[in-house]
Structures are given as C-alpha cells and as structure tokens.
C-alpha cells in the first residue's frame, strides 16, 4: 500500500498558524497587550521607582519571548509551506526515492 501525503493539508497547516484565530495572531495580541502594560519612571513615586524598572524588566522578558514565539511560527509556516513544495515535486521523476 503506498502511502499519499496531503500536500493541501500541510499548506492548510501552515495558513492557519497565521489565521485571524490562529497562534500567530494571539501572540500578536499578547504583544500589545504586553507593550500597554509598561510604566513610566515615576508611576509609584520616588521610592517605587525600583519596582518599578523589576516590573518593566519583567515585561520586557515577556515581550521578547512573544517575539520569539511569532518569528519561530512564522518560520514554521514557511517550512511548511516548503514542505509542501516539496511533496509535489516528489513523483517527479528526476526525485531520488
């Protein structure tokens, strides 16, 4: 029996990570939500000022994991969708089986 790979799947796969509810977007939600949340020097008065910069320090590590997490699916995507390229290349017959 052989096998048949679905390249419309992997394509589909590879849309919906960037779909309007997909991960990508929730990130991208995550991220503004996230550049909202930042305060400004004197938010909790000249003696909260250090928790303050431990608070902005904390998002920024956030924000930055977010970064990473959407440029990681976007590349996953691409991979799919070179996946997929390839999958339809593969009955050709200058492809080594």
Known sequence: MVNKVDVDAIRKAGRMLDAPDGPIQYLRNVQTLLERVK?????????????????????????????????HLHKAAEQLEQSAKNWEKSDQSWVVR
Do not use: M, Q, Y
């Open 39 to 71: 305060l400004p020097g004197g938010a909790l008065s000249l003696f909260g000022h250090p928790t303050v910069a431990r608070h902005n320090a904390s998002v920024d590590g956030h924000l930055d994991n977010v970064k990473t997490g959407i440029e």
